[in-house]
């Protein structure tokens, strides 16, 4: 189990392989591995990335400003968008925005391919930056060297790390679903008092989900499942086991672990579970 506050978490300079200026806050980061995973708060200024996928999936939920994907779509604040393994999105399009903030959670998707960590990417990237450059989220390699010359930069940083070719699985989805949370109806909670939700939907057959939850000043749930599970507010006040939450704060809780959170405050949560990869690890391949 962990809790955090993202008001206590400093904010630092990201990604190297893409134009324009990003600050993230890690919230949370799991271990190396095919269920690896990182959650952060991102924050860009002037933002360009060209039309890209990627092996992992990812959720976005738009704190500020209006992330504008191209013939992708835009997501406004507000809006959750889903972005699965393998399948193209963008290119995105900042403009002239200065203040665009983003949950954004990425994780190892249904193939098995893993996620790569914050902290090992931009390693990565630096260590490419010393045999060639980045520009407009394309890596460019330079003359003499062995690889591909010109590489969407992420890509490039994957290679460089797995010291292999990347090979994309087959896309389970179409597109990116950009869902509208506020024309969700809120349901009530089975066995809960003033508590309800909103299913945003599970993805592919290892169970990713997203929902929202509310809690009426007062109310009382225990949070946590069979799965892991992930918990940021977004609005109230209140009391995580012996913790006080307030805006920011992120609670995370492995399989079957269990928190009592109750609140003094309206409150509103967005939950996050991430897809069920056990059996795609190494050791119950090789069992």
Known sequence: MKIVHSDEIDSNRASLHREGAAYRKLLLEGEPGVDNFSLVISRSEERFSPRHRHMFEQFRYQLAGTADYSKTGK???GMLGYFPEAVHYGPQLQGGQKDLEVLCLQCGGASGGGYIGRGEQLKAAKELQSMGSFKDGVYYRNEGLPGKRN?????AIWEHVMGRPLKYPEPRYASPFL???D??????VEGANDVYE???GVFTERNTASSFLKLGSGATHEFGSPGRDIYFVLDGAGDAGDEKYRWGTTLYLDPDE???VSATEDSKLLHFRLPDLDDLKPEHREA
């Open 75 to 77: 997501l406004e604040p």
């Open 151 to 155: 590489v969407e930069g992420s890509q």
């Open 179 to 181: 869902m509208k949370p």
């Open 183 to 188: 024309n969700f109806d809120w349901r009530p």
């Open 198 to 200: 909103k299913p945003m």
């Open 258 to 260: 269990r928190l009592s």
